[in-house]
């Protein structure tokens, strides 16, 4: 398995950070959020159109958050089994 990190993309803030970790069957990218604002959908479906992979390898998305996510951002990730959500809230 490998593991690194991706630079981010043009209209992606210096408070988001991607990471990245993968094998031939599967990938999974990651982002931490270090915002003031809770996360909402349009940032989740923006990290899995930018890293949409269409060869057949099995891709999971994991967003962590410095302020939590909002109702619609949870019910997203609840209906859709590659996308994790982790709220730093809860490492105190």
Sequence with gaps: MQFGY???????????????AYDKNSAGFMQC???KSK????LIK?????????TGRSNYYIVFSRRGF???????AARTKEVRLVSLFYFK
């Design 39 to 42: 996360v909402d959908v349009p």
């Design 46 to 54: 923006q990290l899995q159109r930018e890293y949409a992979d269409k």
């Design 6 to 20: 991706l630079w981010p993309k043009d209209n992606c803030a210096a408070e988001q950070i991607r990471l990245i």
């Design 70 to 76: 909002t109702d619609r951002a949870l019910g997203y």
């Design 33 to 35: 959020v270090w915002e």
